[in-house]
């Protein structure tokens, strides 16, 4: 095979191991959309104070690795429905613009409390695995356990909401929430379940973008707006679609980066959903 | 032995009564119709024993024990199930998930095996089509699939709102039948309902709601012997 075609692969496997950590990322707010009906505009602040909690209780405190990153799943969940409980909770029956508004606050109230908290300084982890050659190709190892976490995680998700009660529930609010009572189902605790199923997994992406990049309070800026248009990409709320569109807008960043330049990746990937939009506005496995 | 009381309720939405001291009482074993006209609070009848929407005064009692201080997801677990208005299947869930989702309760969710088995058995076509989402089904499909999710968490009491409404004739045949078996098989049954002529066939008695307020209550017979309703209702 020619060189160029080595490195295409490289780039296109690259765009799939991507793929499977936005689609991680997507999941949390598409689950919270789909059950509640309100966007968490400010979830990738939650995936920031997740990355905190790992630098501080490893770095900071000395927890083994594993432990802190457990610990950041735990307090990014409790974060979750602490958001709930005061934030969302009492704009339920608000308009979506105010619903809008009020996590948009959130959003910012985080990253100035973060860089008072923290500072400015850019944190790093201090980790750093090696990366994985397969021929002439070379991986990032931490884009690997990123990518096969992320798989995991998704499939233990996807089996929860298909195989328990609680996750039939979880479908099912979004489908007709007056009626749960008489299923026996009180949607307040539901709300509150996917507020913390939301934050672990905001929490769990953390924990795998925090062996890749740096941590800083405006973290949240350069990946937030993306796992947004992925999930409305896919249609909000839908989670298979949400998936698909976490894979095909990856790509566009790998490949269009690798053909052209890394800043025409994004470049592409966005006039990609633009024209979406046009075409598709929806989502691809949205209803409406 | 008494099943379900309801004591001079009184209940509505927003500034509007609905209900005016309802009183109505069942009987275990006991089928029971509520007919009217649209609009006179028969489904809120049933929303208020089921607590979707609170009773502002009047007291409502399930086996004796008052549902006051019961919330709203707690009602089934006292064993009524209520098959709401329009049948309210959710779509894109499966039939199954469907049925899954009525054996949610604690309790229920230990013999769901059983009773998946029971339900099955009263509607085969529900297990010829239980990996399909329930907005595919037909409208008689879905009655039986929003009869059998209420069945699935082993009710005392069964409120029906209107089965037969939307079903071409043959269909409602076929779902008065089924209201017919599901009495013979023991559970005690409250059941809303437009189509007058057949529901007087299955139950034994009859409340009248006319705007809000029991006009007339009384057995079958007395119901289609009275004039009153063969004018207005029967249209004799
Ligand atoms: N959600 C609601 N909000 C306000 N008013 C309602 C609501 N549902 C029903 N009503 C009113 O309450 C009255 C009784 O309605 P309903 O119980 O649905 O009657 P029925 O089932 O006998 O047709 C009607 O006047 C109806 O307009
Ligand atoms: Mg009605």
């Given at each position: 095979m020619e060189v160029f075609d080595i490195f295409l692969l490289e780039a296109i496997l690259n765009?799939?191991?991507?793929?499977?950590?936005?689609?991680?990322?997507?999941?949390?707010?598409?689950?919270?959309?789909?059950?509640?009906?309100?966007?968490?505009?400010?979830?990738?602040?939650?995936?920031?104070?997740?990355?905190?909690?790992?630098?501080?209780?490893?770095?900071?405190?000395?927890?083994?690795?594993?432990?802190?990153?457990?610990?950041?799943?735990?307090?990014?969940?409790?974060?979750?429905?602490?958001?709930?409980?005061?934030?969302?909770?009492?704009?339920?029956?608000?308009?979506?613009?105010?619903?809008?508004?009020?996590?948009?606050?959130?959003?910012?109230?985080?990253?100035?409390?973060?860089?008072?908290?923290?500072?400015?300084?850019?944190?790093?982890?201090?980790?750093?695995?090696?990366?994985?050659?397969?021929?002439?190709?070379?991986?990032?190892?931490?884009?690997?356990?990123?990518?096969?976490?992320?798989?995991?995680?998704?499939?233990?998700?996807?089996?929860?909401?298909?195989?328990?009660?609680?996750?039939t529930a979880i479908r099912a609010i979004s489908q007709d929430r007056a009626i749960m009572p008489l299923m026996g189902v009180s949607p307040a605790r539901i709300f509150v379940l996917a507020s913390a199923l939301g934050g672990a997994l905001a929490g769990l992406g953390a924990c795998l973008l925090v062996l890749q990049y740096d941590v800083h309070p405006a973290i949240?800026?350069?990946?937030?707006?993306?796992?947004?248009?992925?999930?409305?990409?896919?249609?909000?709320?839908?989670?298979?679609?949400?998936?698909?569109?976490?894979?095909?807008?990856?790509?566009?960043?790998?490949?269009?980066?690798?053909?052209?330049?890394?800043?025409?990746?994004?470049?592409?990937?966005?006039?990609?959903f633009i024209a979406m939009m046009f075409w598709r506005p929806q989502g691809i496995l949205g209803r409406r | 032995m008494q099943m379900l009381s309801l004591t001079?309720?009184?209940?509505?939405?927003?500034?509007?009564?609905?209900?005016?001291?309802?009183?109505?009482?069942?009987?275990?074993?006991?089928?029971?119709?509520?007919?009217?006209?649209?609009?006179?609070?028969?489904?809120?009848?049933?929303?208020?024993?089921?607590?979707l929407i609170g009773a502002t005064s009047g007291e409502i009692r399930m086996e004796g024990a008052s549902l006051a201080r019961v919330p709203a997801h707690e009602v089934v677990s006292r064993g009524i199930a209520h098959v709401p208005e329009n049948r309210r299947l959710f779509p894109r869930l499966t039939v199954e998930e469907n049925l899954r989702m009525g054996a949610f309760p604690r309790a229920a969710r230990k013999r769901y095996g059983e009773r998946l088995e029971f339900v099955y058995g009263l509607f085969p076509r529900l297990e010829e089509r239980r990996g399909q989402p329930a907005g595919t089904l037909s409208g008689g499909e879905q009655q039986m699939c929003a009869i059998g999710r209420a069945l699935m968490s082993g009710p005392k009491l069964l409120l029906l709102d209107e089965p037969s409404a939307g079903l071409a004739p043959v269909v409602v045949q076929a779902i008065f039948d089924l209201v017919r078996r599901i009495c013979a098989q023991g559970y005690t049954v409250l059941i809303v309902e437009q189509n007058i002529r057949q529901v007087l066939k299955v139950v034994g008695r009859a409340y009248l709601l006319e705007a809000g307020r029991i006009r007339l209550a009384g057995n079958s017979r007395e119901f289609l012997d009275s004039q009153e309703i063969r004018k207005t209702y029967l249209g004799l």
């Open positions: 765009g799939l191991l991507l793929g499977g950590l936005l689609a991680l990322l997507s999941l949390g707010l598409n689950l919270i959309f789909g059950v509640i009906d309100v966007v968490w505009i400010c979830y990738a602040e939650l995936i920031m104070c997740g990355m905190y909690a790992v630098y501080y209780l490893h770095v900071q405190y000395h927890w083994p690795l594993l432990a802190a990153m457990a610990a950041a799943v735990v307090i990014v969940a409790v974060l979750g429905v602490i958001l709930h409980q005061f934030v969302i909770r009492p704009v339920l029956g608000a308009e979506p613009i105010n619903q809008l508004l009020v996590t948009g606050g959130v959003l910012f109230f985080l990253q100035a409390a973060a860089t008072l908290a923290f500072g400015i300084e850019f944190r790093n982890l201090g980790v750093t695995l090696p990366s994985i050659r397969l021929g002439e190709m070379s991986f990032s190892a931490a884009r690997l356990v990123a990518f096969c976490v992320a798989l995991a995680g998704m499939l233990g998700m996807y089996l929860f909401l298909s195989r328990s009660y609680l996750g949240g800026l350069s990946f937030g707006p993306i796992t947004f248009l992925i999930c409305v990409m896919g249609g909000l709320g839908s989670m298979a679609g949400g998936f698909i569109a976490a894979f095909v807008f990856a790509q566009f960043i790998s490949v269009g980066g690798f053909l052209f330049h890394l800043e025409w990746g994004y470049v592409l990937a966005f006039a990609f | 001079k309720v009184c209940a509505g939405y927003s500034g509007f009564q609905a209900l005016f001291e309802v009183s109505v009482e069942v009987e275990a074993g006991e089928a029971v119709a509520v007919i009217g006209p649209n609009g006179a609070g028969k489904t809120t009848l049933l929303r208020v024993i089921s607590k």
